[in-house]
Structures are given as structure tokens and as C-alpha cells.
């Protein structure tokens, strides 16, 4: 059976391991401290790939960062990697077949394959962690735009230039249901000092403030499934990332589908969690061998 | 050659004209006021059709709702046509081939094979009209979601709840950068009276409220084109319907690819206009014949 070392390129972890055609992962989970430089990361694949090239049959890589359509380069700015990553050669690293893919759509990808998606053609799966990304799957295959960098939920939301985005412009989607966008309603409801982990602890011990500013953040994520819903008449949303364990599903699920336009759609944990950007870059990889 | 007798049926009005394979217009546009109930609809098709089912390959109807492909029926609620249009058996109409599409849906397709958008592979056409409607094409298709209804630009663009929706909502899309949007804008920079006529007059009279107010719409227009341009990634973005015309396109081109993270699009103004609609249809049934 075919198998393809993948690897999760992100800006605190380097996460890989091996796995197979059916998306088993044959090895271990092994994960690194992200290295400083651009160079370093560079070689730590290179030692990585090295150690493991007799085994596998191809490297797939799932990266911040919009890829292009060839799968194979970034073509935009990756914010919290090292100066230079963004123009690293990965086709250098190996003389295997290698693919590269956005982390957001290769976790889309592993949902829509064998996860909370799976036996859709359309979906969205939203990845709610430190910022917010996407993977939307139309007719069954990842949306990926001209260049390859569709799905990018830089959305603004309001107009009263309230919450400034790591994107530059003001009030973006990912300023209302990201990780960071809770601990900003825990500034606002709760104290200047509060941050998203006090709403939660906070939700548990049925604080009043907490639940004000978790019922705030969980009216965005509304707001922000009834667009999806609308523009992309999908089956099946899905939730992914560290902050959609906290969200109440069936609540949320009621609220939308009363609100859209569009045909019902169900809202779905995500399955894989953090593997699930491995497993999508590998079953991309996979498909083409 | 082959050709169809095609329809654009709207609120106010009702269209149709005879369309070849080339997308030539055969017959001169009639329009006639759209009747008051479903059942004078229906037999208003019926007698056209019947007139002219010798000279005519089949029947093209882009019309107000979302359209499930599979049957040719509408599968919404359509706001500003007779109670029980949205239940009209079309396909009793005629035993030649016919089919259904949403108007927007019509009027991207007329752009993208023979318009403003012609030669890209992504582009979205958004109508400006009374409300707001779009056509979505992703990678050379209709972006038509499971059931047929997506592209829906029911997008909440804040939380204020300022501004009533028609779909029942706050503060959509459409309440921003519709004409009636633009009366709304009238209202708040000029006068309680004013319309969006008044604002289009003032401008040319260099009217500093009236700049003021056109000056608010176009800047949410332009959160507007940032929106689909981060989401979809098109080659292009056409602007269509009867507020197309008002639209600074250099300065709303130049400043919202400034504001993007996916890489630059063109603004265009629609080709086809009032006739998309028909042309688009059109289209879309030859291709099939």
C-alpha cells in the first residue's frame, strides 16, 4: 500500500508522520518546536524527508499561506512564519513526488474525505483557532479560485472600525469567532485583563459576564455560518480548530438554518482536529499517485 | 441555426425574445407588465410559447428565485411576484426542451461567455438593483450549491441592526449597496425625502451632501468586492443592474485590490445590461440542445 510522509507547518509547531492510502497514520505524531529562520525549517524537512525517503512514496506538506493551483509554491505572505519561508523551493527537498497545500484546506479536505463531510459535495469547513480559516469544497473538489488562494474569510463585518485584523483592515470576520476574538468580548464583558480561557473557565461556574461574552461570540459565529450558508448553499458546515469544542452545536444549528435563505444545512463538529491538516495534505497527495 | 424563445420574468416587468446559437438577439425585446396573479403569468407564457413554438428550438426562463436544476422549479420563497408563482408547473408550458435559471444566475453566465467577464475561469457578477443578486463562476461553472440557491448575498455586514432587510434580517449586504440603499444614504446625508435620485442629481451639481451619501454607499461597495475577491479569488468582478452605471470604477478597482490577501482582480461594468437575464438563459439552454 502506497504511503506519503505529510507534514503541518505552522508558526509555534512542526507537526508530521506517516500515512497511508487509507488514511491511516502509520507512525507516530511527531512534533517539533517551529525553527527561527526560514533555513531552519528548510533543514529540518530536508533531515526529516532524508531519514524517512526509502520508506514513502511522496511528501505532502499542509502550510499557512495560499498556494497556488500547480500545488507546489506560496504565493502570499505567511504572517507567523519566519522572513523568507513564503519562498522557500520545496520542490528541492526531495526527488519524490511532492504536494503542497494550505493548512485550512487540506484540514477541509480530510473532513470532506473521511470526516464530519464526508458523502457531501458541498461544504465549508471553517477552522476557528488563533485566526480563522477555511476549506470549501464545491462539487467535490477544493474552491481554489484563479490563483489559488479562495477561501480567505478577510470579511469585514461592521463598519464602526472597532477590532483592527492581523490582515490590516478593520472588523474582519476573524475579529469576531476566533480564539482572539473571544478573549477581546472577555476585555469588553467581563475586565480589561480577562482573556478567552476566563470566559470559559467562567462558563462553567455560570458567570454572569462570561456568558455575555461567550453569547456575543457565539452570535458572530452565527452571523458568519448564515454567509457561508447563503453564498455557498452547502450540506454540511463544519467547525474545526481549538475554539469549536466550546460551541453549542444544536443551539447554533436551530439559529442559522432559521435565518438563511438557502436549502438546510447541518452543522458538524469537526472530526480530526489537529491531524486533520496532515491528513488532508496526504490524501490530496495520494489521490495523484 | 437553432434558437430559443427566452423569458426574463421580474416583479414590474416580463421580457422575452427569440436568441440563436450565437447569442444574437432574432426578435425585437417585448416587455409587458408583469400580470398581478401566478395563473396570468402562466397563461401569458403559454400564448407566447404557443405563437412561436414553430420557429423555436426550445424555452429559456431566467427568473427571481433559486432554481433546482434537476426539475426546473423554484425552490423559494420569491418575494415580489404573485402568491403561488413559485409553484408554476413551467414544464407543462411546452414539450419542447425548457429550463429554469435564477436571473442573476442568467446574467453572470450572459457576461462570462460572451460579456465583461469572457475569457476568465472565476468571476462574479453582482447585480445592483433594487436588492442585490449575483452569478458566481468557479472554475468555468455556475456556482449552484446543493440545491440550487447559492450565491445568495444575504451577508450580514453588521451588527448594529440598523437597517431592515427584505429577507428578514439586519443589516445585509443588499441594505448597503442596493439602489434602495442608496436612498437610504440619501436620507441620512441630504434629507428625510430624499432618494437616490437626489443623490445622482446632486452629484452632477457637485452637491456636498449628495457626495457625501454616494461617497458612504460606494464605500460599502467596496467591502463588498473585497468580500467576494477574498472568498472566490476571480479574475474579475462585474457590476451589473441599474446602480452599475453611477459606480467610480478606477478608484473602487485601485482601492479594493489595495485591501485584499488574494491576488489582484479586475472591476468591470456589465456588457448586456436589461438583457443579461434572456441572453444568459439562453445560453444555457443551447449549450444542452
Same sequence: chains 1, 2.
Wanted: proline share 2%.
Amino acid at each position: 500500500m502506497k504511503k506519503v510522509l505529510a507534514f503541518d507547518i505552522g508558526g509555534t509547531k512542526i507537526a508530521y508522520a506517516t500515512i497511508d492510502e487509507k488514511g491511516d497514520f502509520v507512525s507516530e505524531v511527531i512534533k517539533v518546536t517551529t525553527p527561527k529562520t526560514a533555513q531552519g525549517i528548510y533543514d529540518l524537512l530536508k533531515t526529516v524527508i532524508k531519514g524517512l525517503e526509502d520508506e514513502i512514496d511522496g511528501v505532502a506538506i499542509a502550510t499557512a499561506g495560499a498556494i497556488n493551483n500547480e500545488n507546489n509554491k506560496i504565493i502570499s505572505r505567511v504572517g507567523n512564519l519566519p522572513e523568507g519561508y513564503n519562498e522557500t523551493d520545496f520542490l528541492s527537498l526531495t526527488d519524490k513526488p511532492i504536494l503542497l497545500e494550505n493548512d485550512a484546506n487540506s484540514a477541509g479536505w480530510a473532513e470532506f474525505k473521511l470526516g464530519a463531510a464526508k458523502g457531501s459535495e458541498n461544504a465549508v469547513v471553517l477552522t476557528l483557532g488563533t485566526g480563522v480559516g477555511s476549506g470549501i469544497i464545491v462539487n467535490g473538489k477544493l474552491l481554489k479560485g484563479k490563483s489559488g488562494s479562495a477561501g480567505e474569510m478577510h470579511v469585514r463585518m461592521g463598519f464602526a472600525r472597532e477590532r483592527k485584523c492581523t490582515c490590516g483592515l478593520w472588523d474582519c470576520l476573524e475579529t469576531y469567532v476566533s480564539g482572539n476574538a473571544l478573549t477581546t468580548d472577555a476585555k469588553i464583558y467581563m475586565s480589561p485583563d480577562a482573556t478567552s480561557y476566563d470566559v470559559i473557565r467562567g462558563l462553567k461556574e455560570n458567570n454572569q459576564k462570561a456568558k455575555a461574552a461567550f453569547e456575543h461570540w457565539q452570535g458572530c459565529l452565527e452571523n458568519a455560518l448564515v454567509m457561508v450558508a447563503n453564498l455557498f448553499d452547502p450540506e454540511v458546515i463544519v467547525l474545526s480548530g481549538s475554539m469549536a469544542q466550546f460551541v453549542e452545536y444544536d443551539k447554533l444549528n436551530k439559529q442559522a438554518n432559521d435565518d438563511i435563505l438557502t436549502q438546510p444545512f447541518v452543522l458538524k463538529q469537526a472530526k480530526f482536529e489537529n491531524n486533520a491538516g496532515m491528513l488532508g495534505a496526504a490524501l490530496l497527495l495520494l489521490e495523484r499517485l
